[in-house]
């Protein structure tokens, strides 16, 4: 089953993939993709399954929908 992940890269990290496929450095792409991306990967990985609820469509868990709204008791009238 296919992932879907999240990379966040800072400006130098991106200077680094540009510099690496100008130069066709294959020693340097290997070498960001071990220390920035994999690490990256893992962390998500990791965390569990957790979706935002837009992403469970029609099929929203009780635990996440909002309580029932309940009106105030004012007491009652003789």
């Given at each position: 089953m296919a992932k879907k992940v999240t990379i966040l890269l800072e400006e130098a990290e991106l200077q680094r993939v540009e510099q690496?496929?100008?130069d066709e450095d294959a020693a340097a792409a290997l070498k960001l993709l071990?220390?920035?991306?994999?690490?990256q990967?893992?962390?998500?990985?990791?965390?569990?399954?957790?979706?935002?609820v837009f992403e469970w469509g029609s099929n929203v868990?009780?635990?996440?929908?909002?309580?029932?709204i309940?009106?105030?008791n004012r007491?009652?009238?003789s």
């Open positions: 690496a496929v100008i071990a220390e920035v991306v994999k690490p990967i893992d962390a998500q990985l990791q965390k569990g399954h957790c979706r935002p868990p009780d635990r996440i929908q909002p309580p029932p309940r009106k105030p007491g009652q009238e």
